[in-house]
């Protein structure tokens, strides 16, 4: 069973940007690489360090998709599916998001 998870205001989070939320027992990076209401969320966990600091990372365009860069040890993620651009086998989980209202929303899954 999977619900809609109230995580904070779009305005906390500044274009270009990455902040960590709690949802359910799950860190989870959200990003907001633009001014308008796009955000992708990526598990928080980098899977090369086992730290949670992905949130912390560059956000970056690389052949027409967006990718954040783990400030640890410089692996890529791909921001609308977690795929690893140097080890597709440790490709991290991503959440559906949506803005009602202004308020960010992460779909998780129990």
Known sequence: MSQWNTVCPLEDILPATG?????GDRQIALFRPYQDQQIFALSNIDPFAQ???LSRG???EHQGDLWITSPLKKQHFRLHDGYCLEDEGRSI?????RVVD???QVKSHA
Request: glycine share 6%; aromatic share 6%.
């Open 93 to 97: 989980p991503r959440f559906d998001t």
């Open 51 to 53: 730290a949670s600091v």
């Open 19 to 23: 902040v960590c939320a709690l949802v």
């Open 102 to 104: 202004g308020i960010i």
């Open 58 to 60: 560059l956000i970056a």
